[in-house]
Nanobody, 125 residues
Framework: QVQLVESGGGLVQAGGSLRLSCAASGRTFSINAMGWFRQAPGKEREFVAA????????YHADSVKGRFTIAGDRAKSTVSLQMNSLKPEDTAAYYCAALSVAVLLPIRPSDYAYWGQGTQVTVSS
């Protein structure tokens, strides 16, 4: 099993920045990729960004490209999400996730076996 703990959410004005962090514990040697997803009230959970350690690649959703940056440290089993130029539409609960299977493009929530509890990000206009 893998446990994930997120931190760093909060309330920020539009145009501001926040940094989310996630630390994994447990069977971290089995992790191939870690990602961030978000879910706003009444909406489906959507992909934000991921780092694929097996492929040595990072991925960002089109809606956050140029504003958000994911970074990961495989040795420490941590991942962060730097969020700049935040918009009210970025308001959501943000979830850290990890997967241990080999996935070419780790952007589907269904591919991830492990999830954190989530951290709220609220962007005021």
């Amino acid at each position: 099993q893998v446990q994930l703990v997120e931190s760093g959410g909060g309330l920020v004005q539009a145009g501001g920045s926040l940094r989310l962090s996630c630390a994994a514990s447990g069977r971290t040697f089995s992790i191939n990729a870690m990602g961030w997803f978000r879910q706003a009230p009444g909406k489906e959970r959507e992909f934000v960004a991921a780092v694929n350690w097996s492929a040595g690649s990072t991925y960002h959703a089109d809606s956050v490209k140029g504003r958000f940056t994911i970074a990961g440290d495989r040795a420490k089993s941590t991942v962060s999400l730097q969020m700049n130029s935040l918009k009210p539409e970025d308001t959501a609960a943000y979830y850290c996730a990890a997967l241990s299977v080999a996935v070419l493009l780790p952007i589907r929530p269904s591919d991830y076996a492990y999830w954190g509890q989530g951290t709220q990000v609220t962007v005021s206009s």
